[in-house]
């Protein structure tokens, strides 16, 4: 139907495909798309040249993470509006869901195909939107709710793995670098080619397309424009009308986003900085009270070695007498002389009755530390005369205390 090659008398009018608005919506886009892909591509592709140089040009890694994350929180920003605006489209002014895939585009798209393989002999005749701009469309949708999912997971580790498995986060990384090649990849093949090879397409800067430049890329949408179809209402008192409905749930829906984008930046701080190594600050240590089982412990009568567990990283060697052992020594001892109370009776919470039972303790807590004698509960009682109830003589103390000493060794 269009005849492209015969002069068109219109070639100078004009129609306005994208108001300011739309425009500055596109190049924040624009902008914040080419740095996430930069920012982004040097991090996932770190080991080769290029990256390192790159990343060493803007600063380091940490300045490269910086920018990326401002880049993806002007991206949220953007996304935001565009939500906002979108209903405003839809509801107030009622104009048509021309992004909409319908069943004609993949005709249209099969149409293309034939006639770029030559077996058709035109073009197809497109709208508003032609199938090649909804797929853009529609895949930059959804690269950015899977960047932003993802994206979110990789920010606040922590959070998400309160809500799914921990292998989410690994799995989250690797499908944001996916879709981030797949994303930039699509750009320079997609839109490098249909707005910028196929036929060099301005309107994004301009706003405008001439009347030819409309013949050959959207004649149905030139056609109604013609017919003098409005794309939007038009009635002023109508559009007010939706306007005082609108407003209000707008501005609620704008403070729940931008809950949302805070709640994204500030969620916890693992992703964003490095927290500082804190030194100064006492750290707990847990040190357990338990018999530590020894891996060289042989039966016999010379002096053996022993490491103690100790607060401080080098252990302590001692030399000390190995051979008393719980089930040679201290079981019996304690049976002898305890029994009455911690095996038959649990005075105290202590139950003396077998190794096992003895290492955890007593009502208080455990109350031998292999080890350390003077530092078991136990000994403290008995020497301070704590443990008014019965005394052992100063032989079995002394043996105990060499037991615990050793390491509190069960055989
Ligand atoms: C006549 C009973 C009696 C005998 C015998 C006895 N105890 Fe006790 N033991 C108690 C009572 C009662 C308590 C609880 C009151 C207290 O803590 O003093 C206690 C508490 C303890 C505690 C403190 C437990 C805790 O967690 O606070 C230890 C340790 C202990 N006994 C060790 C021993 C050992 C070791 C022997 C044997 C050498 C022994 N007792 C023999 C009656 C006895």
Redesign the pocket.
């Known amino acids: 139907m269009a005849n492209i090659t015969t002069p068109q008398p219109a070639e100078e009018r004009t129609y306005e495909r994208f108001p300011l608005a739309r425009r500055i919506e596109h190049l924040t886009m624009l902008l914040s798309f080419t740095t996430l892909g930069l920012t982004g591509l040097v991090q996932k592709f770190a080991l080769s040249p290029t990256s390192q140089f790159l990343v060493s040009v803007l600063g380091g890694v940490e300045t490269v993470r910086s920018i990326h994350h401002v880049a993806a929180i002007i991206l949220m920003f953007g996304t935001m509006y565009h939500i906002i605006l979108l209903g405003y489209n839809l509801y107030v002014l009622r104009m048509r869901m021309t992004m909409l895939p319908v069943f004609q585009d993949a005709l249209d798209a099969l149409q293309a195909l034939l006639y770029n393989i030559g077996l058709r002999k035109s073009r197809p005749q497109m709208g508003r939107f032609t199938f090649e701009e909804k797929a853009e469309y529609w895949a930059f949708v959804w690269g950015t709710v899977v960047m932003g999912v993802t994206g979110f997971m990789m920010w606040n580790p922590i959070t998400s793995a309160k809500f799914l498995p921990g292998e989410f986060i690994p799995a989250a990384k690797a499908a944001h670098g996916g879709e981030a090649v797949l994303a930039v990849l699509a750009i320079i093949l997609w839109h490098m080619y249909g707005v910028h090879i196929k036929f060099f397409n301005k309107a994004m800067w301009t706003g405008k397309l001439t009347e030819t430049e409309m013949l050959h890329e959207h004649p149905l949408e030139l056609a109604e424009i013609k017919a003098g179809i409005p794309d939007r209402e038009l009635d002023p008192i109508k559009i007010r009308q939706r306007q005082r409905k609108f407003f209000p749930v707008a501005s609620i829906l704008t403070l729940i986003m931008l809950a949302g984008i805070f709640g994204f930046i500030n969620a916890e701080e693992t992703a964003l900085t490095t927290i500082p190594p804190q030194d100064d600050q006492p750290v707990e240590v847990y040190i357990r009270w338990t018999a530590t089982p020894r891996t060289t412990s042989t039966p016999t009568a010379g002096p053996t070695l022993a490491v103690t567990p100790t607060t401080t990283s080098t252990p302590i060697v001692i030399l000390i007498s190995a051979d008393i052992t719980w089930d040679g020594n201290i079981g019996p001892l304690?049976q002898q002389?305890?029994g009455?109370?911690?095996i038959d009776d649990d005075?105290?919470?202590?139950n003396?009755s077998t190794y096992a039972d003895a290492m955890k303790?007593?009502?208080?807590?455990a109350?031998f530390m292999a080890g350390d004698a003077a530092k078991s509960?136990?000994i403290i009682?008995f020497e301070s005369g704590?443990?008014?109830?019965?005394t052992?003589s100063p032989q079995d103390l002394a043996l105990v205390k060499a037991w615990l000493d050793a390491g509190a060794l069960e055989k």
């Open positions: 304690f002389n305890c009455e109370c911690h005075k105290g919470g202590l003396l303790g007593g009502g208080n807590g109350v509960q136990m009682k704590d443990h008014t109830d019965f052992l």
